[in-house]
């Protein structure tokens, strides 16, 4: 497949009622992706779709790319109360229903892997590739304390860039928000899910990421009936925005890759009607 | 814990059902039918009152339960799961039950270690009617059921009015039975917390059906219940109900109650099957297996039960010579457990029971002991045993037959038994551990060398929906 690198669209911000939220979102539309699958980017705890832009910005060169704020983060009004992660999941699904994106590349960050492992558990017509980065929880680590140790340690590698775009988003979600959402992360068991994603998968970690180990990594891998896993070196663990270039190139091989290619059957998950 | 929400009835079947699962699930067991024990010395002195003034204590203990006709357009069902969540230990089960209640049912959730969220539950209305008339009846349910249905979309109404073994309740309060038509924000966010991905929901369904006359959309009006009498003894009367009335002192000598025209799910005990739909949808997104447990009757459940706890105690290597017979609401998988008694379950006291109960013991080795836990409703109904029957049952012991605490010359009276019935079963001598859940493998080994079981059907479905029948 000869891919020529073509220049990146502007971005447009767009609205759609999704279920009970009216659903923002960053997209990077093209008019020349027959074949390619729309890229869905689901971003982590607190963060939105701002911290995605790095990353788009490359893949958008080949194809469309969405980016929503999951509703109470961004440009998307939630409710007073934190959602958990089934309702973020829910908010997902509805709102790529209401786009009309289906067997998409779904790439995640973070907790966003967790929100993403539970729409496609209920969904699998959804997403025809997904790609995690840096998933969430390892259960090894389920504590509070190792959590807030991890987290601590992962700011210190954070680039400035990414901190004021961080300071940012945390103002506009609200700190009880950012607590409540945090504990419901830690009540979600990506574990239990990931044997149930038929889905073809790439786990990448960075090798300097401090919330995400190798071995856990590894399992995750493991878990997954299609999965398969890269590392990258040097880089931490908001790769999609503090090392966008090597992200995309690792990300771009792989939804470039022709589904027979990859090890089961792709389509397992039937559709639901 | 918490407390059930207040427009739901303590001493309603599903609510008790409940309250003795999340008991043996924290490792407690279930005295006074969940009544704060403050109150067993004055119930164990109710006999020493004269009967009428004991059957007054029965309806005041009923009438204190009731919600006013008025609240029924502000009540929320869904509350129901919100209470169920908080009930429940929290923690992550491999199994969890839904669907129609059984006190078998109970004893083998206990077993496999896994909760059990009812279909059906009891919502008592204050509003006296005349036992003898159940048009009027009816006619006085139609109002506040349309209330009650128009806040809750989710639900169905089964309005049941039972003059022969309700009778002491019926004159303070209708019983509106509902049920629920899909699992709701509350029974999916149970699952989704308490079940991981690859768990089996176990789906309990019972059905018992009766012929009812409809009302609305989502409710109906059931004449009579099943019990000792038969349903067509309520449409067209018979001469035992005559005798009833007759000793009852009723103007009737015959119940005239209205014209059936469809056939529902029992209102206490039948399985609503649009909840089996939203099962299935729920299982696939979840990648559940569903196993389904269909049966005719709440009791035809008991053999089965039963003999698992018989062949889960010879593993163990404990003797499994004792047998636990509880009634209605008397039911402590707790203290069965601990005491390595064999639990067989009857739906009620009547006959039928009985007759049940008979036919099990007919076709197994002889127990060497039989304690006997019997529920108390007060009224001399049609088809209720007499002490002698109950005795003849006990008598089937080979060394000793007991009731745990009751007076069978108080039958059906004797509401002390309430107050008694815990001591009774923590007296019966011998303690062994409780064991861990019983696992799904070791429930399908005991079904493949045990069935089939009259009355029963099991079926495993998987997440993608095939559907594979299950030995029983």
Known sequence: MSQRATATPTPRWHE???????????????FDTTGRRPVVLVHGLVVSSAYHVPLAEHLAREWTVHAPDLPGFGRTEG???????????????????????????????????????EALMARPDLAGRLVLLGPTIDPRARRYDEQLRRWRREMKTQSGSLQRLLFRDYL???????????????????????????????????????????????EVAGLLPDGERVRLPGATHAINHEMPLQTARVVAAFLRRPDADLGTAHGAGARAA | ?????????????????????????????????????????????????????????????????????????????????????????????????????????????????????????????????????????????????????????????????????????VRVLTYF??????????????????????????????????????????????????????????????????????????????????????????????????????????????????????????????????DLYRWWYRRRRIPANRLMVGSFVINDPHWILRTGSVPYWMRFNMQPSLDALHEFLDGRDPFDEIHLALFQHGVQAVGIPSPDDWRELLARARTQGSTLGADLDEFPHDFAHYARYHRAMKQVPARYPLPGPLSMREFDEFLAQAGPYEHIEIEDITPDGERQPVAA
């Open chain 2, 177 to 306: 039975r509902v049920k629920r038509r899909n699992l709701g924000d509350g029974y999916e966010r149970f699952l989704a917390d308490r079940l991981p991905p690859g768990g089996t929901v176990l789906l309990y369904e019972c059905r018992t059906r009766w012929n009812t006359t409809r009302i609305g959309d989502r409710h109906v009006f059931q004449h009579g219940a099943v019990g000792g009498a038969t349903e067509r003894e309520f449409h067209e009367g018979s001469e035992r109900v005559e005798g009833y009335l007759e000793r009852y002192d009723s103007p009737k000598r015959r119940w005239d109650g209205p014209e059936p025209d469809t056939v529902s799910p029992e209102a206490e005990w039948g399985f609503e099957e649009s909840l089996r739909d939203d099962v299935l949808r729920f299982a696939r997104e979840r990648r559940y297996r569903v196993r389904r447990i269909v049966f005719d009757g709440p009791d035809d459940l008991s053999p089965l039960v039963a």
């Open chain 1, 79 to 117: 409710p007073a109360e934190a959602l958990d992660t089934r309702d973020l999941a829910r908010a997902l699904i509805a709102w790529m229903d209401a786009r009309g994106l289906a067997d998409a590349a779904v790439v995640a960050n973070s907790y966003g892997c967790q929100v993403a492992a």
């Open chain 2, 1 to 169: 814990m918490a407390s059930p929400p207040p427009f739901v009835a303590g001493f309603d079947s599903a609510t008790a059902m409940v309250l003795a699962t999340a008991a043996y699930l924290r490792g407690e067991d279930w005295p006074a039918l969940g009544n704060p024990r403050a109150l067993e010395p004055p119930v164990a002195l109710a006999n020493l009152l004269p009967r009428k003034a004991r059957e007054q204590l029965f309806i005041v203990s009923g009438a204190l339960e009731t919600t006013s006709p008025r609240k029924m357009g502000s009540i929320d069902l869904d509350d129901i799961g919100e209470w169920l969540l908080d009930e429940y230990p929290e923690r992550r089960y491999p199994a969890v039950a839904v669907g129609s209640s059984s006190g078998a049912a109970v004893n083998l959730n206990a077993a496999l270690g896994s909760p059990w969220l009812p279909q059906t539950v009891f919502l008592p209305v204050r509003q006296p009617v005349h036992p003898d008339d159940p048009t009027e009846a009816m006619e006085r349910g139609i109002e506040p059921g349309r209330e009650l249905m128009e806040a809750n979309p989710d639900w169905q109404l089964h309005h049941m009015h039972d003059a022969n073994q309700d009778r002491l309740m």
């Open chain 1, 172 to 218: 506009r979600a609200g700190l009880g928000r950012a607590v409540a959402t945090f504990r419901h992360a830690m009540n979600d068991a990506i574990e239990d899910k990931l044997p149930h994603l038929e889905v073809p998968t790439l786990v990448i970690r960075g090798s300097r990421d401090p919330i995400v180990d190798d071995r856990w990594a590894e």
């Open chain 1, 16 to 30: 759609v009622r999704a279920g009970r939220w009216r659903v923002a979102s960053r997209v990077w539309q093209r």
